[in-house]
């Protein structure tokens, strides 16, 4: 198994051919541009990267510039995890950017 540390919240976690991207926050600020990142993301392969993982939905670690800054083509490769919940609102948006598995 393999970490990496990306950025904030955001590490990827490699284990033999599978790769998973936590909470990816890469550029810009968050809650309402009062938080910035301290150092600049480390570069994320996203052709390697099979899972994104969006913990919680605080702008710091459900970033939408980040997810809406992908290309289509990975949008449509990845699956994107997040918590069961009583409110379909999250998934929901998350398809609405582009994202086919959610």
């Given at each position: 198994?393999?970490?990496?540390?990306?950025?904030?919240?955001?590490?990827?976690?490699?284990?033999?051919?599978?790769?998973?991207?936590?909470?990816?926050?890469?550029?810009?600020?968050?809650?309402?541009?009062?938080?910035?990142?301290?150092?600049?993301?480390?570069?994320?392969?996203?052709?390697?990267?099979?899972?994104?993982?969006?913990?919680?939905?605080?702008?710091?670690?459900?970033?939408?510039?980040?997810?809406?800054?992908?290309?289509?083509?990975?949008?449509?490769?990845?699956?994107?995890?997040?918590?069961?919940?009583?409110?379909?609102?999250?998934?929901?948006?998350?398809?609405?950017l582009g994202?086919?598995?959610?």
């Amino acid at each position: 198994m393999k970490l990496r540390f990306v950025s904030h919240a955001s590490f990827s976690v490699e284990n033999g051919e599978v790769t998973l991207l936590s909470d990816p926050w890469l550029f810009g600020k968050a809650f309402n541009r009062g938080w910035a990142l301290l150092s600049p993301a480390a570069t994320v392969p996203w052709e390697k990267i099979d899972y994104v993982w969006i913990s919680h939905q605080h702008p710091d670690h459900l970033h939408f510039p980040t997810l809406k800054g992908l290309p289509p083509q990975e949008k449509n490769r990845l699956t994107v995890l997040y918590q069961k919940h009583a409110s379909l609102r999250i998934p929901k948006v998350l398809r609405g950017l582009g994202y086919t598995n959610v």
